[in-house]
C-alpha cells in the first residue's frame, strides 16, 4: 500500500507546482505590475541586471562597474533617472549597484556579449538546472538514496518553492552560490577535497552567502591538518587565481568593493530574520549569542569525520543559522540555502515525530508553514480569476509571507535530530 502511494507523489507535486507558477503568472506578476505603476516606476527587471551591465561595460569597454558613472546608467534603467542623494525619495531607494566581488563577473563573461532578453533566458535555465543539481548533489552527501518518486518530488516542489519562485522572478545569483555549497558538499562526502574548496570559493561571489560555511569548513580542516588540508589549499588557490583576475581586469578594485559593501548595508537594510521576530534592541544580543554557540559548537566538532551523517547534519544547521542571524539574508529567495536541513528532516521524519509530544506539535506546525503556499496559490488563483478587475491587495503575496516562519521551526529540527543521539557522530 504504501509503494502505492509513493508510486503517484511525483503526480501530487506536478499539480502543487503548477498551481503555485499559475499563481506566479497569473496573480503575483500582475500585482507587482500594479505596485510598480501606482510608484510611477518602470516594471522591476530583476536582480540580474546591475551583474549584467556592469560585467558588460567591464569586459567591453574596460570601465569600473563600481563607478558612480555606471551605477547611474544602471538606475536609469531601473527608476528612468539615475538618483540624486539629495532627493528623500531616492534615498530611500535600493541604489542597484554592482554590489557584487569583482570576480563574479568572470562567471557571467559569456554573456557580456549577450543582450539582456537573451542573458535573462539562459540564466533562468541555468538556475533551474543548477536546482535540480542541487537537490541531487545534497542527497549524495547525505548517503540518502530514496527511491525514485521521493526524488521527483523533492525536485518538483523545490523548483516551485517561495525561495525558487522569488529566486527565478529576480534572477538572484544565490541560487548559483547553493549549487556551488551543494557541489562542496557532495565533493566532501566523495572525499576530493581539493575539488571542494574550488567550488567553496565560487560560493564566495555572494559574501553574505558563503560567510559561516567558509569559516566552519575552514575550522573543520583544522581538525585533522594532514587529511583536511587540501581543502584550504584548493579555497586559497582558487580564491588568489579569482582575486588575480580580477585586479588584472580592474586594477584595485578590492577598495571599491568594500565601499560598495557599506553602501550597500544603508541602502539594503541590515535587518535580520531575527528582526522581523524580535525587537531590534533584542535582536542584536540574541543573533550574537547564537552565533558565538554557534562558533563554540563548531570548534568542539572540527574533528568529526566527514564519512559520519553527523557532519552533514551539522552542515545544513550552519546554513540554517546564517539565514536566521546575519542581517543580509532576510529576503526569502536565500532559503535556497534550507534545502539541505529539509532533506535531513525528511530522512529522520520517524525519528523526530517519535520525539515526544511537544517536538512531534513542532512537525505538525513546520508541516503546515511549509506546505501553506502550495494550498493557498490554487485558491488565490481561482479568486482573482472570479474577482475579475478588482484591486489587488497585499493578500495575494501570502504563500510567500509564510516563508519567514520556515527558518525557526526547521533550525529547532534540526537541533532535536542531535538531542535524539547521543552518539552525534553517527546519526542513522
Known sequence: MRLFQKKYLPGIALLL???????????????????????????????LYPRWYGTRELLLHGRDPYSAAVSGEIQIAYYGHALDPKDPVDRERDEQRFAYPLYAALLLAPTAWMSFAATQTVLRWTLVSATILSVLLWLRALRWRPWLPIVLTVVLLTLSSPP????????????LVGFFLASCAALLASGSLLAAGCFLAFATIKPQLALLPVLWLLLWATGDWRARQRLVWGFA?????????????????????????????????????????????????VGLFALLALGVACFQWRRESVASDGFFLKFALVLAVSILVLPPLLPPFNQVLLL?????????????????????????????????????????????????????????????????????????????????????????
Open 237 to 285: 588557490g582558487t580564491m588568489v587565481i579569482l582575486a588575480g583576475a580580477a585586479q588584472w581586469l580592474s586594477p584595485g578594485w578590492l577598495p571599491r568593493f568594500v565601499q560598495g559593501l557599506f553602501a550597500y548595508t544603508h541602502y539594503a537594510g541590515m535587518s535580520s530574520l531575527l528582526d522581523f521576530y524580535l525587537s531590534p534592541a533584542l535582536a542584536k544580543p
Open 164 to 175: 525558487l519562485v522569488q529566486g527565478l522572478g529576480l534572477q538572484q545569483l544565490g541560487l
Open 340 to 428: 539541505p536541513g529539509f532533506l535531513a528532516v525528511m530522512r529522520y521524519w520517524n525519528t523526530l515525530w517519535n520525539g515526544g509530544r511537544g517536538i512531534r506539535a513542532v512537525c505538525a506546525l513546520g508541516a503546515v508553514v511549509v506546505f501553506w503556499p502550495w494550498l493557498a496559490a490554487p485558491l488565490l488563483v481561482l479568486r482573482h480569476t472570479l474577482a475579475q478587475g478588482s484591486s489587488l491587495s497585499r493578500m495575494w503575496l501570502s504563500p510567500l509571507a509564510m516563508s519567514f516562519g520556515v527558518p525557526p521551526l526547521l533550525l529547532i529540527l534540526l537541533m532535536q535530530l542531535f538531542k535524539e543521539r547521543g552518539d552525534q557522530r553517527r546519526i542513522v
Open 17 to 47: 507546482a503548477t498551481g503555485m507558477w499559475l499563481y506566479v503568472h497569473q496573480v503575483l506578476r500582475p500585482y507587482e505590475r500594479e505596485r510598480y505603476a501606482a510608484l510611477g516606476q518602470p516594471e522591476n527587471i530583476g536582480d
